[in-house]
């Protein structure tokens, strides 16, 4: 039997993240602006869903930022390095909490030294379709290491 590696992917802009991102931004919008209080709060909260909408599109499906997940490693005892466009690594563990599926993987990781978690998200048109499907078969079937 073939030993298994670790799959790196290199993470590309997503047109239907940026979809997703617009569409329940848009939908939020739509809802705050027909509560029933004051207009000055409803404009404000309907400015601030358009700020984070440009905030996540640039995040997440642009990878514009400085902070934007750029590339992802996983090994087979589910250790994660998660790389940002500005250089910066982010090691960590990933949890079972940890979603595959066939249009959609959600990685949920914690870093080390730290209680804090991150997630990402990644859709078929974010990474090579045989690179992608090499992280979703190490995903789901990899077991942490022991003590971990």
Do not use: N
């Not at 993987?105 to 499907?133: H, I, K, Y």
């Amino acid at each position: 039997m073939k030993s298994v590696q670790s799959v790196r992917i290199e993470l590309r802009r997503s047109r239907s993240a940026g979809a997703f991102i617009l569409l329940t931004h848009l939908a939020t919008a739509v809802l705050l602006a027909w509560l029933p209080i004051d207009a000055s709060l409803r404009a404000l909260c309907v400015i601030a869903t358009g700020a984070h909408a440009l905030w996540a599109l640039r995040s997440s499906a642009l990878r514009s930022l400085g902070s934007s997940i750029v590339a992802a490693e996983l090994a087979p005892d589910r250790r994660v390095t998660l790389t940002c466009k500005d250089g910066r690594r982010i090691d960590g563990c990933a949890l079972v909490d940890s979603y595959v599926g066939e249009r959609l993987v959600t990685l949920v990781m914690r870093q080390d030294g730290s209680s804090r978690t991150r997630a990402l998200w990644l859709l078929p048109d974010m990474a090579p379709q045989e690179d992608l499907r090499r992280f979703r078969v190490l995903l789901r079937l990899s077991r942490p290491a022991d003590g971990a």
